[in-house]
């Protein structure tokens, strides 16, 4: 709840724009942490790092869209099958 006059809408369209800002940020940090990763082939703390941000984004998924875990993964799958 807000104790500003702002409407739903108004709130939403400045969340909305927060996410997407944060998700180019995820992305610069993203590109950053792979070229660290790059420079440490062995050290497993890298795909760990990206382990639970990736289970973040699932639990983000699942909350948004509804979509089951299951669904989210056998989605992922196939994507990955193609690559």
């Known amino acids: 709840m807000t104790t500003t006059n702002e409407t ?3 709130a939403y369209a400045k969340r909305s724009a927060d996410i997407a ?13 792979a070229k660290r990763a790059a420079l ?3 050290h497993w703390g890298y795909p760990g790092d990206l382990g ?5 984004l699932i639990e ?10 299951e669904r989210i ?8 099958e193609t690559d």
Not at 25 to 31: F, R
């Open 21 to 33: 800002r944060l998700i180019d940020v995820l992305q610069m940090e993203l590109e950053a942490h």
């Open 8 to 10: 739903a809408s108004q």
């Open 40 to 42: 440490a082939d062995k």
């Open 60 to 69: 983000l998924v699942m909350s948004t869209s509804g979509m089951e875990r």
């Open 73 to 80: 993964e056998d989605f992922l799958a196939e994507s990955n």
């Open 52 to 56: 639970r941000i990736r289970e973040g």
